[in-house]
Nanobody
Framework: QVQLVESGGGVVQAGGSLRLSCAAS????????MGWYRQAPGKQRETVAT???????NYADSVKGRFTISRDNAKNTVYLQMNSLKPEDTAVYYC?????????????????WGQGTLVTVSS
């Protein structure tokens, strides 16, 4: 019912920048909080940044001052601008959204995940 499609990953040198995008589609009535998470090889998935529907943001300490999360509610899209990238930022980045969907039996809340996009930062 809801699909999240990420884009923007790739390979970048340390100190470089990347911008990730995640577009939501489907039978969407409303999108609540959205966020970016990442999972490095051999590690657990961790929260990178989140943003509420009103625009309030939270960041992991490890990315504060370097990453910026934003959203375009008209486009059902969330972005992650990543600057001053470090090798330890290398991971698969996942988009997440809390979505209210319009179903045949009424509105239902769903949690959606994207398929992930790989970010590799070389030293």
């Amino acid at each position: 019912q809801v699909q999240l499609v990420e884009s923007g990953g790739g390979v970048v040198q340390a100190g470089g920048s990347l911008r990730l995008s995640c577009a939501a589609s489907g039978s969407i009535f409303r999108i609540n909080a959205m966020g970016w998470y990442r999972q490095a090889p051999g590690k657990q998935r961790e929260t990178v940044a989140t943003i509420t529907s009103g625009g309030s943001t939270n960041y992991a300490d490890s990315v504060k001052g370097r990453f910026t999360i934003s959203r375009d509610n008209a486009k059902n899209t969330v972005y992650l601008q990543m600057n001053s990238l470090k090798p330890e930022d290398t991971a698969v980045y996942y988009c997440n959204a809390g979505v209210v969907v319009d179903t045949s039996v009424g509105y239902r809340s769903r949690e959606a995940w994207g398929q992930g996009t790989l970010v590799t930062v070389s030293s």
